[in-house]
């Protein structure tokens, strides 16, 4: 019988956390090994500058939320004051523009968030789950095919100071972005890891570090002060709990609005039965893309407090965008997941982002900065009018489902605004078609957001005509990637058998042990 299975988005992180099973950790361990990792394996994605979310199940309890995201400073700059300016990245199919510099940083959760997992859930020193990640900083990773493209796309932003272009560099010629292949070190993280370990929290959010970042904004344009990084706290929260057609989901609280808004396009989803319609047929994308639209028609018109987005879930609300998901109604108008379970029945789904990364590095530590304040996604009143001090309600969602069968999926995604149909898209692929979780997690997704339906390939060219007749703007993509989100996961089953699947659009990879 296996200990437990690991899905992560790079084989390094993976390893990393089946190194903690072997060494006697639980799912809570493997997942703690694995975050640190991907801050060295996947420096674009994670960070200690950023911040997360963790869904987490102890054997035989209640599910529990930690939300350990970036907090809003508590002073707003004025805007001729502030270190903010615009990039462009490239998907290759679309473009998005997002913003960056000292005034784009919000109040990082991350590092407050890793010692608040390890003293509530973990067995192995913090010494030993970070000496993991400290011996691949130091040694150095070799850059794949998936992490090249990321620094690809998101090129302007490592190329944006000295200090950013140094952590991605290729070994040979520092001057340009490190090609596929080449062994890409870090000592200065891999140094911090070690002062982290030895020091604690307060390193970060009291101690020297915190100095220096806050003398870097005071003096170069970002907004945080020493009371932003003092009064930081990590919030233990319920998950939201929605039940869809016999199956439980336990997905991210509010004031994350992610997990809220998967259970709405469930609950839209409940008055079909997707698995007659046929899945990949034009009638099943058709009622897909509805309950998204909806869904986007929700967030951005109803007067529902973005600190609360549980009221979506409200019988009035619900029986209003009932009708219309029944009168087929069409309106024309840097994340990574970590999956861990154990065979005690520990389930732990984490998804961490250092947004894109603002392109500053904290000194002498090797540690980017996020970038959460200069995300469109993550600020619905408008770039600079967030409210202060008030955590940033994201779109991360990690979450456990548990089958009719006595199974248990541990899911989550990344990919900003897409997150939520990532998610949604296999929880159906389970739910209504019955997939094994490696086709749940493989098949082609589709996408709505502003009046355009995205759709993944392979995509059939009569299904993609038959549906430009009610979705007038449909782009069909070359081939799939990172847009369409990476659901890293893993399975429980009912006889305590762990298996993973990885996302292949990003990179993803299994450990079992």
């Keep these: 019988m296996t200990t437990g299975s690991v899905a992560a ?3 390094l992180t993976a390893q990393a956390a089946g190194e903690a099973l072997r060494a006697g950790g639980n799912a809570f361990d493997a997942m703690l090994a694995g975050f640190c990792a991907a801050c060295v394996a996947e420096p674009v994605l994670a960070s ?15 599910p529990e939320a930690l939300d350990f995201f970036a907090q809003t400073p508590r002073v707003r700059r004025a805007l001729d004051e502030m270190d903010f300016r615009p990039i462009l990245a490239d998907f290759g199919d679309a473009k998005q523009e997002f913003h960056i510099g000292l005034g784009a940083v919000a109040t990082p959760g991350a590092v407050a968030g890793l010692f608040a997992i390890h003293r509530r859930f973990c067995r192995l020193p913090i010494a030993d789950i970070m ?36 952590l991605f560099a290729d070994p040979l010629h520092t001057g340009r972005l490190a090609p596929v292949g080449a062994q890409v070190r ?20 009291r101690g020297e570090w915190a100095q220096r970042l806050v003398r870097d904004c ?51 989803l409940e008055g079909h039965d997707l698995s007659r319609l046929g899945r990949g047929s034009a009638e099943h994308i058709h009622a897909l893309a509805t309950a998204q639209e909806l869904t986007q028609r929700l967030r951005h018109e109803e007067p529902l407090d973005h600190a609360d987005w549980s009221a979506a879930l409200s019988p009035s609300i619900l029986k209003r965008f009932r009708v219309l998901m029944d009168d087929r109604a069409v309106c024309t108008r840097g994340t990574t997941q970590i999956s861990a379970a154990d065979r005690e029945g520990n389930l732990a789904s984490l998804t961490l982002s250092n947004g894109e990364g603002c392109g500053y590095v904290l000194p002498g530590t090797g540690i980017m900065l996020n970038n959460m304040l200069g ?24 979450t456990l489902l548990a089958l009719a069968d006595g199974a248990w999926v541990v899911t989550g995604s990344s990919g900003s605004n897409r997150i939520r149909g990532a998610v949604l898209q296999v929880i159906s692929n389970l739910v209504d078609f019955g997939l094994d979780l490696e086709a749940a997690v493989a098949a082609p997704r589709i996408h709505f957001e502003g009046d355009l339906l995205n759709l993944e390939p ?21 081939q799939p990637g990172v847009f369409f989100g990476g659901t890293h996961s893993v399975m429980l089953s009912a006889r305590g058998e762990t298996s993973g699947a990885g996302d292949p659009r990003r990179g993803g990879a299994v450990v079992r042990v």
Excluded at 133 to 156: K, S
Excluded at 375 to 398: C, F, K, Q, T, V
């Design 9 to 11: 988005g790079h084989p």
């Design 48 to 62: 200690l500058g950023g911040g997360g979310f963790l869904l987490a199940r102890r054997a035989g309890q209640p």
């Design 131 to 166: 000496a993991l990640a400290e011996g691949m900083a130091r040694d150095g990773v070799p850059l794949t095919p998936f992490q090249h493209q990321i620094n690809t796309i998101v090129a302007p932003i490592l190329q944006s100071s000295p200090e950013a272009l140094a």
């Design 186 to 205: 870090m000592p200065e993280l891999a140094d911090a890891f070690a002062a982290l370990a030895r020091e604690g929290p307060d390193l970060f959010y």
């Design 218 to 268: 005071a003096e170069h344009g970002g907004h945080l002060g020493t009371e932003d990084l003092a009064s930081y706290a990590v919030k233990w929260r319920e998950p939201v709990m929605h039940r869809y057609r016999g199956a439980e989901i336990y997905t991210n609280p509010p004031p994350a609005q992610g997990g809220s808004l998967i259970a709405f396009t469930l609950a839209l």
């Design 375 to 398: 995300e469109e996604d993550l600020n619905p009143h408008g770039l600079n009018r967030w409210p202060s001090d008030r955590r940033i309600s994201s779109m991360m969602a990690p």
């Design 458 to 478: 392979p995509i059939d060219t009569e299904i993609a005509r038959r549906l430009a007749a009610d979705w007038p703007h449909i782009k069909v993509w070359s």
